[in-house]
């Protein structure tokens, strides 16, 4: 999970505040910490999270599923200089029809659903 907002933090035990539970206890990528007068010690790495918008990356922008996942892992996405290699896209592009059909036949099986599932 990440803190998209702008005023959202995931802060660790010694008050260091992150933008992305990946990067917490790595102090280098904090943004600052309440405790002291590091508020905006990594400004720019805040501008980079606050301003991410999946429209500015193509794969995104033509992507049906982009509704739904709203770019996936900004982490991924903005970071890959870390050596993260990994896509950044969510499981609903790969199984969404898929992952459908069991939730539809989990709900009739409970008898939420008043019609059957193919």
Do not use: Q
């Not at 709203?70 to 200089?81: E, H, Q, S």
């Not at 993260?84 to 898929?98: A, D, G, H, P, R």
């Not at 059909?101 to 939420?112: D, N, T, V």
Request: positive net charge.
């Amino acid at each position: 999970m990440w803190a998209v907002k702008p005023n959202s933090f995931v802060i660790d035990p010694e008050g260091y505040m992150y933008k992305c539970w990946h990067e917490v206890g790595i102090k280098t990528l904090a943004i600052g910490n309440i405790k002291g007068n590091e508020k905006n010690k990594n400004f720019d790495r805040y501008l980079k999270w606050n301003t991410f918008n999946p429209l500015n990356y193509e794969e995104c922008k033509n992507c049906k599923f982009l509704p739904l996942c709203m770019g996936g892992c900004p982490d991924k996405t903005l970071f890959k200089y870390r050596g993260i290699n990994e896509e950044s896209c969510t499981m609903y592009k790969y199984n969404l029809e898929e992952m459908l059909k069991m939730h539809l036949k989990a709900k009739l099986k409970k008898g939420f659903l008043p019609i059957p599932v193919k």
